[in-house]
């Protein structure tokens, strides 16, 4: 089984040194990092913005900030974390570093086009700053018109950011999908590659298929902005609710883009941490698949109160339920996978279970919102925000955590520390809570979102959340030190700490060679296969750390 | 679904139900809270069938050994994953058309419902009532219903997209630009209930608040007669200072010298204004005709032009009240200029 030499010493970290070696990089590790601290980073900033919307929510006229400000830190939140954190997120950090190493191949088919989806990735973002500099939006991440058409501030600065950032995840998704097809190893089959590959490959679908069409929604705002060119603005005979059509025709995949690397990742942890083949693989290969294609047909549902015709609301509420179902199956499957195994409860582990709880709200939050009557009244609520954040945080970046805890030492060569590891994931799992479950209920109670000033009824539950989110910034920061201080002073990580099966575990060292394997990997059997030998299994320690 | 109206109270303590949601004032709010129980209470016992196997499959089979294996590598079973594929479906399929029914009978509104006719703008609601003749506006406006009896709204707005949110009711649609949307309700409980713009506006979005007062038939028809007889006859600066609240100036012009979104009111007539476009004009009776009337024609420097046009929704009475208004926080009484 393995075919690690000994002798290591390089790697694809200091093989070559220097900025100008990385900058000028083809290497998929070495993008993908780059990639990672770029998410990392805008992360934070996106955070920021977060925790002081959160604290001028305190008093019910609080004045911190004015209301101009907080419309700009709510716009610039959304679109910080949407567009320049959660979109790339998984697929292009993990992705990149993952995705050439599972399939047993050398790079991505197309390292040049990769290196320039990362450097179009910083132009965008260097726009997307820019714009933020020099004349805030107060927008909303969401761009509807014609009130973009008439606001100030750089909002075609913003536009043109997000255009750019666009054609980085489509090269990213073309470069994913040709990879996938054309450099697998040899004797790996359709249904012998790693779920984390199906589940980037469905992403990447989405994203070649879906970001155009956000591409030529905002390039029309543009036009409408700079030419009076009436598409959307009715005052010079436009169509405002056209411009939500088109706007969720991408924007409700994107969801999926967001979400399924995220259930990729977990789909590897859940075997991993548990030691067991995972339970009815094709299942959720094929749900990844099913999930990508109905996420084109539900646009809709972010659309029930705009003035669209019942019978479309219908269609739109029936499909919504559709896309349910393979979620679902796939929770069920993971927790059959979980069934009769040898439970780790290792960080990323942590992070896994995390995500299977908070999804789960997320996802039954969902069910209440696709209910046509009750939308009604839910919609642009705080009920919303809860669901969404319940998905997106509570889903994706909690994936995304348990992801990188999984996989760094196989990144970096170092290991975290278990003890900080499980303090973090403590922290957030307990401030993620207080922060937005409260929202249900302040969102059913009829709290809309997106309100500077709110009536005072709200203010007891206001503070729960904000209290909630300073914990929840707390405990990203234990994770942020965790990571730190294993870059600094981590244990050395042998080549399979947690005793997976894919080949960037059993056929590399960590951190891998810069060509990945020193020998072509060739694939006899199916991913998750654990034997029956008995062995030691390294990280098991868990909670008793 | 009475019955199960009557079930579910027993289920459920009554003011529970009430805690949840705000308390419901119409007609379909009761209905539309039988369902969101219903959702409430199934989506938690799913929540607990994932949840509870979770923790306990956890606690049983956690790794206490370094070599300690999986107990199975059994990786399918044909019956458990067709029930778990099959059985949402079923539940979905019910909570779709559940919902979809219930949102066709808030659709179609009965034709002997009162109707009304609501402009959204920034920020402010303003509701005509066609029958009566009367009109209300602005900021925290009061809009009176009466009690059984239903109403449908029929709304546009006059910038961008707005919301017209009443929680009680359980309603709520956008309010677009260049066409009409509609809704109604049927209220059944006597109070005052807060309505929201639930849709992102601009700068005064969470500011954009007006009430619906259900009241008795008799309460309505009096207040109606109370707001036909209101704007007779009151003196112009009165008037005006009315108009101003009610119009929704007073959410960008401060009458204390403060700057909001557009100058302040104080001491403002008879000064010479710079406009965007370089020249200066003096702010007299005709500079605020055409403010009122196409303000576009010319904007104050150093403001963005977002005033609307109130065109068609001011009399000429109301006009000249507006500008005595301005005018006497000028100190100035005597009417100069045409």
């Not at chain 1, 305190?58 to 900030?65: M, N």
């Not at chain 1, 548990?274 to 809709?300: D, P, T």
């Not at chain 2, 005033?307 to 109301?318: A, L, N, T, Y």
Request: a neutral charge; glycine letters at 8%.
């Amino acid at each position: 089984m393995s075919a690690i030499s000994a002798h290591a010493g390089t790697n694809y970290l200091n093989e070559k040194k220097g900025i100008w070696s990385w900058a000028s990089t083809l290497d998929h590790k070495r993008i993908g990092v780059m990639y990672l601290f770029s998410i990392f980073f805008f992360f934070l900033i996106g955070g920021v913005f977060a925790l002081l919307l959160r604290t001028q929510l305190l008093s019910p006229a609080g004045s911190l900030i004015d209301a101009k400000t907080y419309n700009q830190l709510f716009t610039l939140h959304g679109a910080v974390m949407v567009f320049l954190v959660i979109v790339p997120g998984i697929a292009a950090s993990l992705g990149n570093f993952v995705l050439p190493l599972q399939l047993g191949a050398k790079d991505v088919a197309f390292p040049r086009l990769n290196l320039m989806s990362y450097y179009i990735y910083v132009t965008g973002s260097i726009f997307a700053v820019c714009s933020i500099i020099f004349g805030a939006i107060d927008t909303g991440w969401t761009f509807y018109a014609p009130y973009s058409i008439s606001a100030q501030g750089k909002v075609t600065l913003m536009l043109t950011a997000i255009f750019i950032l666009g054609f980085s995840s489509i090269f990213t998704g073309l470069n994913f999908i040709t990879t996938v097809h054309k450099l697998r190893a040899p004797g790996m089959t359709w249904f012998r590659m790693p779920l984390f590959v199906w589940g980037i490959y469905a992403t990447s679908i989405l994203q070649v298929m879906a970001t155009p069409v956000l591409a030529i929604t905002l390039a029309l705002i543009v036009v409408e902005r700079t030419l009076s060119v009436g598409i959307f603005n009715p005052a010079l005979g436009g169509d405002a609710v056209l411009f939500q059509h088109f706007f969720w025709f991408y924007s409700h995949p994107a969801v999926y883009i967001m979400i399924l690397p995220g259930m990729a990742v977990i789909s590897e942890l859940v075997t991993t941490f548990s030691q067991k083949k995972i339970f009815g693989y094709k299942m959720i290969a094929y749900s990844s698949i099913a999930i990508a294609l109905i996420s084109f047909l539900v646009w809709g549902h972010h659309m029930f109160t705009s003035g669209q015709s019942p019978l479309v609301n219908m269609l739109f509420s029936a499909l919504t339920f559709l896309v349910a179902i393979p979620s679902g199956i796939k929770i069920f499957n993971w927790l059959a996978t979980l069934f009769k195994g040898s439970i780790s409860l290792a960080t990323p582990m942590l992070y896994c279970l995390s995500f299977l709880f908070l999804f789960t709200i997320g996802g039954l939050t969902g069910v209440f919102l696709g209910t046509l009557s009750v939308d009604i009244h839910l919609h642009d609520t705080y009920f919303v925000v809860a669901h969404f954040h319940y998905v997106m945080v509570g889903g994706t970046f909690m994936a995304f955590i348990g992801g990188v805890y999984y996989w760094w030492p196989k990144m970096f060569g170092k290991m975290y520390s278990e003890k900080l590891g499980i303090l973090g994931a403590l922290l957030v799992f307990l401030g993620f809570n207080m922060t937005f479950f409260v929202q249900f209920y302040m969102g059913s109670q009829g709290m809309p979102r997106r309100y500077y000033n709110y009536l005072e009824q709200f203010q007891t539950l206001h503070q729960v959340s904000t209290f909630g989110s300073y914990l929840l910034g707390v405990g990203f920061l234990v994770v942020l030190i965790n990571w730190i201080h294993a870059l600094v002073k981590g244990a050395p990580a042998p080549a399979n700490p947690f005793h997976a099966t894919t080949l960037e575990w059993t056929h590399t060292q960590s951190p891998p060679i810069t060509h990945n394997f020193e020998v072509q990997p060739v694939v006899h059997h199916e991913p998750y296969e654990y034997g029956d030998e008995p062995h030691s299994i390294h990280g098991f320690q868990g909670l008793k750390a | 679904m009475e019955n199960l109206n009557e079930l579910l109270k027993m289920i459920v303590p009554r003011e529970w139900l009430f805690s949840v949601m705000p308390l419901p004032s119409s007609t379909h709010a009761n209905d539309l809270d039988l369902l969101y129980w219903f959702l409430i209470i199934t989506c938690g016992i799913l929540f607990l069938l994932v949840v509870v196997p979770l923790f306990l499959i956890v606690v049983r089979y956690r790794r206490k050994t370094v070599h300690q294996r999986a107990e199975s590598q059994k990786d399918h079973n044909f019956w458990m994953e067709s029930l778990w594929t099959f059985l949402p479906f079923v539940y979905l399929a019910i909570l779709f058309m559940w919902g979809f029914l219930q949102y066709l009978g808030m659709y179609v509104a009965p034709h002997d419902a009162l109707e009304l006719r609501v402009i959204g703008q920034k920020w402010q609601w303003s509701v005509d009532y066609p029958k009566e003749e009367i009109s209300v506006a602005g900021v925290g406006a009061t809009i009176a219903i009466p009690i059984n009896r239903p109403v449908r709204l029929v709304m546009s707005s006059q910038d961008v997209i707005h919301s017209f949110f009443i929680p009680n009711m359980r309603v709520k649609q956008d309010v677009v630009p260049g066409r009409y949307t509609t809704l109604w309700f049927e209220p059944n409980q006597l109070g005052e209930f807060p309505v929201l713009c639930a849709e992102y506006c601009g700068d005064l979005h969470s500011n954009m608040l007006a009430k619906v007062q259900v009241m008795t038939d008799d309460a309505y028809k009096n207040w109606v007669e109370e707001q036909k007889s209101q704007n007779q006859n009151v003196p112009l600066p009165e008037l005006g200072e009315k108009l101003y609240t009610k119009l929704g100036c007073v959410a960008c012009h401060s009458t204390d010298g403060s700057i909001k979104l557009a100058p302040s009111f104080k001491g403002i007539y008879g000064k010479m204004e710079e406009l965007t476009s370089g020249a200066s004009m003096k702010i007299d009776d005709n500079y605020i005709r055409n403010k009122l009337l196409t303000p576009t024609k010319h904007t104050a420097k150093g403001y963005p032009q977002i005033m609307p046009s109130f065109q068609g929704r001011v009399s000429e009475r109301d006009i000249s009240g507006i500008v005595e208004f301005i005018k006497s926080l000028s100190g100035k009484q005597a009417i100069e200029g045409g």
